[in-house]
């Protein structure tokens, strides 16, 4: 069950140590709503209350040393103007984007969290958390980083063309995504969030080379992580990624912890970050948890957490989201052998 020491273990993988327990975490909201079976997730993701219902439940039941209060990618841009979908255990998207021009730049006006669309929602579900578990999980929160950011404001194609045809733009739009998204992180830490997750995955390296990504997305990823810290955030960036030389580039950012992405090879993250960074995963969601039998999934996280932990530095966690459909019993699986080994 949830303990009182999480917060320190977590705090010593960050300094590159070994936790006294090793956190298990799971990118699990999806499973987790399912599992609980009361409200479709197109029902819980509109309402603080029944997040932070299906949250508690599912930590209680599952063993889960954090509150990953993730929900989906539209927060943020719906008070904006971008249109988004949802449907029963359809997590929303962003879909009726923008157009990137300078004009609807100008004509942006910075939300306020506490007030506009469903932001107070995710405030209420992170302060209901917390004051549910205080400091026996860690409660994180999220946003997504200033270039994906862009991506969900005027569409991935449409951002990935404005490098080519007006870079300041997509610079200047990178620059108000830095402040909605530092003012998005502290009031989700000021409502009891110790972390945030930070999002990137528009800027992984099957979008983005490495020298593409150090000239559009390291800089503004960057100031939002101070900026961040600053507010008191434990920071954790999730770019889903596996290329060696962009986790690298990302350790430059100054974030406290790296998920790595489900293909990355664990022993190559440990090689390039250990000593750089606490780096956490990577446990694949659909080859292993969805697709695999409990035996096989056990077997899968004691091989990962001998790695990870054996040198310090290290947080057990999928490499992305566990879909709907995982057998309950791999999740257990998962969870006692993290525990044991």
């Known amino acids: ?3 009182d020491g999480v917060l320190d273990d977590v705090r010593r993988a960050i300094a590159g140590k070994r936790p006294q327990r090793l956190p298990v975490f799971a990118c699990s909201e999806e499973f987790d709503v399912k599992w609980y079976g009361r409200y479709d997730y197109e029902t819980v993701c509109q309402d603080g209350r029944k997040m932070a219902e299906v949250w508690i439940a599912a930590i209680e039941e599952f063993d889960y040393d954090w509150a990953w209060l993730q929900v989906d990618d539209c927060f943020e841009f719906e008070p904006l103007g971008v249109g988004t979908h949802g449907e029963g255990n359809i997590l929303r998207a962003t879909r009726d984007y923008l157009p990137p021009t300078a004009a609807t730049l100008d004509r942006l006006r910075m939300p306020d969290p506490r007030t506009d669309g469903r932001m107070p929602e995710k405030l209420e579900a992170i302060r209901l958390v917390r004051e549910h578990f ?9 946003c997504a980083a200033p270039y994906s950011s862009v991506g969900l404001l005027f569409g991935l194609e449409e951002t990935m063309l404005l490098a080519l045809s007006d870079p300041d733009l997509l610079a200047r739009a990178c620059d108000f995504f830095v402040e909605l998204q530092a003012r998005y992180i502290e009031a989700q830490v000021k409502a009891g969030a110790h972390a945030v997750w ?10 983005l080379s490495v020298e593409q990504y150090r000239r559009f997305a390291l800089g503004p990823c960057k100031r939002l992580v101070e900026r961040a810290r600053a507010a008191g955030a434990i920071v954790h960036l999730h770019n889903s990624e596996v290329s060696i030389p962009h986790l690298l580039a990302e350790a430059e950012l100054g974030a406290d912890i790296i998920n790595c992405g489900p293909a990355a090879d664990l022993n190559q993250v440990k090689q390039a970050l250990g000593g750089r960074c606490c780096y956490s995963g990577n446990l694949d969601p659909i080859e292993v948890l969805l697709r695999g039998t409990p035996d096989q999934v056990a077997a899968e996280t004691e091989r990962l957490v001998r790695i990870g932990h054996s040198g310090g530095g290290y947080l057990f966690n999928t490499g992305e989201m566990v879909p709907r459909d995982v057998p309950e019993a791999n999740l257990r699986a998962m969870v006692a052998a993290a525990r044991q080994s």
């Open 134 to 142: 205080g400091d026996r999980v860690l409660v994180e929160g999220s």
């Open 198 to 207: 930070i999002g990137d995955c528009n800027a992984f390296s099957g979008m």
């Open 1 to 3: 069950m949830a303990y």
